[in-house]
């Protein structure tokens, strides 16, 4: 049987030693790499090793400008207002501020042809006469003045109606004016009655003492307010079934159709 011989302990502890020493040198670089990477950051080089890698630049956070807000200071989108919600002077403007001049061409209540201070003429604003006339024959002239201080209207023709009279005297249609009579304080305006046939083809004539003018409204024979009873000559006014009247008209020629 062969014998086998054993090393000594202290061969084997020489042989280790060195490649021990050599395992530890070089963990030891090892370590001492990954410390140097760290260290060496200055703001613009290498993260350490946990923490994670940006894909790009950062965005900047976006700002807004006196460019990129619309004239009621709506800010653009993805923008963060800063003060360009407040409205700014620039979205006012001269034209839609109330109660501005408008180049004199607005009307004061003064003004009598104001749409609030147009009336209806009637017996409460007016001063109304009734005059015979000589031409043409049987006829009166019936003149009223506007004696009020806003621009009042004769509308179509005046009612008559003679002491207890049942009936309306008719209009005559040819004497229609194209346009409403509008009188202005102190003016006047005009319509004409015939009271009887000049060639005694009437009926039922009498005499009468006392006249009652009604005044229409907007609308053919509706109201337009307050009668007039206006004097008559002391005689009285000789009628018969032949009474007729005018349109209202704004001159007593019209009226009386010369």
């Not at 202290?10 to 990477?37: D, F, G, I, M, Q």
């Not at 009285?236 to 079934?241: F, H, K, L, Q, R």
Request: proline share 7%; with cysteine.
């Amino acid at each position: 049987m062969t014998a086998f011989r054993t090393a000594p302990a202290t061969s084997l502890a020489r042989t280790s030693r060195p490649r021990t020493a050599r395992r530890l040198a070089s963990a030891a670089a090892v370590a001492l790499s990954a410390l140097a990477l760290t260290a060496c950051q200055n703001g613009t080089g290498i993260k350490d090793a946990g923490a994670a890698a940006t894909s790009g630049p950062v965005a900047a956070t976006p700002t807004t400008t006196g460019g990129t807000n619309d004239a009621q200071g709506t800010p653009a989108t993805g923008a963060a207002p800063t003060g360009g919600t407040k409205p700014t002077g620039g979205t006012k403007t001269g034209g839609t501020k109330t109660g501005s001049a408008d180049g004199g061409n607005a009307k004061g209540p003064s003004d009598p042809a104001a749409g609030g201070d147009r009336v209806l003429c009637n017996g409460s604003n007016t001063e109304v006469t009734v005059q015979p006339v000589p031409r043409p024959l049987n006829h009166v002239l019936i003149t009223v003045k506007n004696t009020g201080s806003k621009l009042c209207d004769l509308t179509y023709y005046p009612v008559l109606r003679f002491d207890e009279m049942q009936w309306a005297p008719a209009a005559r249609k040819d004497t229609q004016p194209q346009a409403v009579v509008s009188l202005a304080p102190g003016q006047s305006g005009y319509a004409a009655a015939m009271v009887s046939a000049a060639d005694g083809s009437g009926e039922g004539g009498t005499t009468g003492k006392r006249l009652t003018i009604a005044f229409q409204g907007r609308t053919p024979q509706s109201s337009g307010g307050a009668s007039a009873t206006p004097s008559l000559p002391a005689e009285g006014v000789y009628y018969d079934s032949s009474l007729t009247v005018t349109y209202w008209q704004q001159d007593a020629a019209d009226a009386l159709g010369s």
